[in-house]
């Protein structure tokens, strides 16, 4: 399974949005050089109200730019960073990965997939109605997150937009998704 990365967004404050950037630089066991999530422990505000030193599994945050054409058929305008992911790819089927899929970022950037993102109620500060988009049910009657996924830096490297994408499955069995 391969795609491409279609933009790459940092930002160093607390904001919902990120900037779009040439590139950026994924530090081994941090995340984003210079994003204000990156680092060891949780960075996430709700998060380290709740235990600070919690390990950070959600150092780089992915979605999927396919979201965005479904989002607009629904009536909204998205783009990429505007959700607060550091990587959004197209081709990639980023929410059927099981946990522990490896992600190879162009040349030299590996992150390993932890879980999914839970969206919260700035979805909808952001823009009314948008968080009912992204949460929903699968078949199954069961919650279905279509806000990204999280992962850790295993291997550090710079990602720009166009850069390939390359995914490597874990050895079986396969744990689906939660959120992280």
Do not use: W
Not at 75 to 98: H, K, M, Q
Request: proline residues 5%; glycine residues 12%.
């Amino acid at each position: 399974m391969s795609g491409a990365v279609s933009a790459v967004s940092s930002n160093g404050t607390y904001a919902f949005t990120k900037p779009n950037r040439e590139s950026i630089t994924l530090l081994a066991g941090l995340g984003v050089e210079g994003d204000v999530h990156a680092g060891t422990t949780v960075k996430h505000r709700f998060r380290m109200e709740k235990d600070p030193s919690q390990v950070n599994l959600r150092q780089v945050h992915l979605m999927h730019e396919e979201l965005f054409d479904e989002l607009r058929e629904a009536g909204f305008t998205v783009a990429p960073g505007e959700l607060g992911e550091n990587v959004t790819t197209r081709g990639i089927d980023l929410l059927g990965l099981p946990v522990g899929a490896l992600l190879r970022l162009g040349d030299e950037a590996v992150v390993e997939i932890t879980g999914l993102r839970n969206p919260c109620a700035q979805i909808d500060n952001f823009q009314k109605g948008l968080l009912k988009q992204v949460v929903g049910r699968d078949g199954d009657g069961a919650v279905a997150y279509k806000s990204g996924v999280m992962s850790v830096v295993r291997e550090g490297g710079v990602v720009r937009p166009g850069d390939s994408v390359e995914v490597e499955l874990p050895d079986g069995p396969h744990q689906p998704l939660r959120i992280v």
